[in-house]
């Protein structure tokens, strides 16, 4: 079982990027797989998920109407189209992925939460 986190870097606000998500040893349709960010010295950040057995989606406040997650099941993959970045956009983002919990549509954060090794993504001003 593994999560590849992709498309990160550098760029200017108001620039988007694509970052993506390669997952194997289970099947979306299954599973609540999410996009979270960590900044040094902040908890990890929920900020965009998908429960594939409800297709519920959840975005954070503060990236409505500019985050798109999207997946492509033929693909394994995930992603997460980011449009008009800010420069308190910059963070490490990571890839999880556990069993769909009530109630829940982002993964948990448990021991036994998969997660990616994380792609860093700077925006500067």
């Known amino acids: 079982v593994q999560l590849v986190e992709s498309g990160g870097g550098s760029v200017q606000q108001g620039d988007s990027l694509r970052l993506s998500c390669v997952v194997s040893g289970f099947n979306l349709d299954e599973w609540a797989i999410g996009w979270f960010r960590q900044v040094p010295g902040k908890e990890r950040e929920e900020v965009s998920c998908i429960n594939g057995r409800d297709g519920r989606i959840y975005y954070v406040d503060s990236v409505k109407d500019r985050f798109t997650i999207s997946t492509d099941k033929a693909e394994n993959t995930i992603y997460l189209k980011m449009s008009s970045l800010k420069t308190e956009d910059t963070a490490v983002y990571y890839c999880?992925?556990?069993?769909?919990?009530?109630?829940?549509?982002?993964?948990?954060?448990?021991?036994?939460?998969?997660w990616g090794r994380g792609t860093q993504v700077t925006v500067s001003s």
């Open positions: 999880a992925a556990h069993p769909p919990l009530r109630g829940r549509v982002c993964p948990p954060v448990l021991s036994r939460t998969l």
